[in-house]
Structures are given as structure tokens and as C-alpha cells.
């Protein structure tokens, strides 16, 4: 999936965010989107999911204005080829973690006879695999992560977005899920794209990296 910003603009009412932004983003990249508090990461995260619509300019996947899209059944088959992971989680607390990404699965019409199979193959991935019976409240800190981590991959997306994933994690387990998204970038070409604060991350790994400033409004 090609992933491209042509000229963005987004205000939120008098804060403007972005001004002719330009990005592209090819398919197997992994980049980082740095910046300052407020710079617009996640606002950035947003406009490729669709949850928000840019002011002016495009944001193009596959060639396709994805904010101009009007038919429901169009802008889901986009949504359905990106996986999310956030900072703080967002799983389901009373559904177990294998329901949980079941679930997911559901949503975007799985294939029923192999969401078992699915499951088991992503538990793995991340090393869950004697966890995913287990409900949300029973995990760890970095745990938790791995497990949202399998249930974006479940539905085998050709793009992760990760939102500061390794803000509520300490260094050990943040580096354990740096590790395992390198190895689904290299094996599966899965684009990542992840916000962060971390300059051990930016600075020790060799990725492309978009630095974003603080907005025009800041300052005055
Ligand atoms: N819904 C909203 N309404 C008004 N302003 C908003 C809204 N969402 C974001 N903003 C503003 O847009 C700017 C960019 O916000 P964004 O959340 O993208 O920053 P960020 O780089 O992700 O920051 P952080 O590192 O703190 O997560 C900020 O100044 C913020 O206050
Ligand atoms: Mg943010």
C-alpha cells in the first residue's frame, strides 16, 4: 500500500497543524514520525485512518483520495489492510484476549474455519502463546501490548500505525516490541509506521525518520 500526504492542510478551528504537507510512503517501509508535544503525530495517524479529514490536499492509498471517499464498502476495504496500536491499549477487559482479537476478525469477515488457525499463528508471533486464554487485567504492561500488537496483525494488514505503542512500557519491553515489529517489517514487508519520543529508537536503528515541527501558532 502506497501512502501518500499531497499537499495537507489541517487546522483544528484556529490551530493549524499541518500546511502543504507532503509525505510518501512506500509499501515495507518503517518510519518514525518524531516531534515535539502537539506537533500533529497523532493527528498525522488520524488523517491516514480516515478519522479525520484534512482542510486542504489529499492523502492518497493505492492512488485514491481516501478523504474523498464517499461509499462505506470502499473506505472499510482500505481500513481493513491497517492494523492499530496505541499507547494505552484499548483492549476489550471483558473479553479474554483470544475474544478479543476474534472479534476482530469477526468485524472484518474472517474466513470463520480459520480464525482458530489465525489466532494460534499470531499469539505466537508475538509470544503469547501461553496467554491469550487470559483476560486483559491478568497481563503485564508489555504483555498487553504484544496482545494488541496480534490483533492488529490478525487481519493481515499490509500497513501497521503505531501511536507511541512503547510510551507505557519500560525499556526492556519496549525494546522487545521494536524487535518484533522489525521482524514483521523484514518478513512480511508490513509498512510500520509509528509515533515516538524515543530518541534511543531514532537514533540506534537505522529507518527513515520524519521530524515534525512544532505548529505556526505556538509561537505566537
Ligand atoms: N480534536 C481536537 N480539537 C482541537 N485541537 C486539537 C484536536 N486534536 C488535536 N488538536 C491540536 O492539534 C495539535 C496536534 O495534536 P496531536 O495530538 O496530533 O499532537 P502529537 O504530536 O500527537 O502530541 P503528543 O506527543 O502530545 O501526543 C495540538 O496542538 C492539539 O492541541
Ligand atoms: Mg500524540
Given at each position: 500500500?502506497e ?8 487546522n ?8 502543504d504537507f507532503?509525505?510518501k510512503?512506500n509499501?515495507?517501509?518503517f518510519?518514525f514520525?518524531t516531534?515535539p508535544s502537539?506537533s ?5 495517524i488520524k488523517l491516514?485512518?480516515n478519522?479525520i479529514?484534512?482542510?486542504?490536499g489529499?492523502?492518497?492509498?493505492d492512488g485514491q ?5 464517499k461509499?462505506?464498502?470502499?473506505i472499510?476495504?482500505?481500513?481493513r ?11 476489550i477487559?471483558?473479553l479474554?484476549i ?10 472484518v ?5 480459520e480464525v482458530?488457525p489465525?489466532i494460534?499463528?499470531?499469539v ?22 504484544r496482545a494488541?500488537?496480534?490483533r492488529?496483525l490478525?487481519?493481515?494488514?499490509e500497513?501497521i500505525?503505531a ?5 507505557n512500557?519500560d525499556?526492556t ?5 521494536i ?9 512480511y514487508?508490513t509498512t510500520?509506521?509509528?509515533?515516538t ?13 520524519i521530524?515534525?515541527g512544532k505548529n ?5
Amino acid at each position: 500500500m502506497e501512502i501518500i500526504f499531497d499537499k495537507v492542510t489541517k487546522n483544528y478551528g484556529p490551530i493549524n497543524v499541518f500546511r502543504d504537507f507532503d509525505l510518501k510512503i512506500n509499501q515495507g517501509d518503517f518510519i518514525f514520525i518524531t516531534g515535539p508535544s502537539g506537533s500533529g503525530k497523532s493527528t498525522l495517524i488520524k488523517l491516514i485512518l480516515n478519522q479525520i479529514k484534512p482542510n486542504g490536499g489529499d492523502i492518497m492509498v493505492d492512488g485514491q483520495a481516501i478523504n474523498k471517499l464517499k461509499n462505506k464498502n470502499e473506505i472499510d476495504k482500505i481500513r481493513r489492510k491497517i492494523g492499530v496500536i496505541f499507547q494505552d491499549f484499548q483492549l476489550i477487559n471483558d473479553l479474554t484476549i483470544e475474544e478479543n482479537i476474534a472479534l476482530n476478525l469477526d468485524i472484518v469477515k474472517y474466513p470463520h474455519s480459520e480464525v482458530a488457525p489465525r489466532i494460534d499463528k499470531v499469539v505466537k508471533m508475538v509470544k503469547l502463546q501461553h496467554r491469550h486464554f487470559l483476560f486483559p487485567s491478568q497481563l503485564s504492561g508489555g504483555e498487553l501490548q504484544r496482545a494488541c500488537l496480534a490483533r492488529a496483525l490478525s487481519i493481515e494488514p499490509e500497513v501497521i500505525l503505531a501511536d507511541e505503542p512503547t510510551g507505557n512500557l519500560d525499556p526492556t519491553n519496549a525494546w522487545n516490541l521494536i524487535k518484533i515489529l522489525q521482524n514483521i517489517n523484514k518478513k512480511y514487508k508490513t509498512t510500520i509506521i509509528m509515533t515516538t519520543h524515543n530518541t534511543d529508537f531514532t537514533e540506534s536503528l537505522d529507518k527513515k525518520i520524519i521530524k515534525l515541527g512544532k505548529n505556526e501558532n505556538e509561537n505566537t
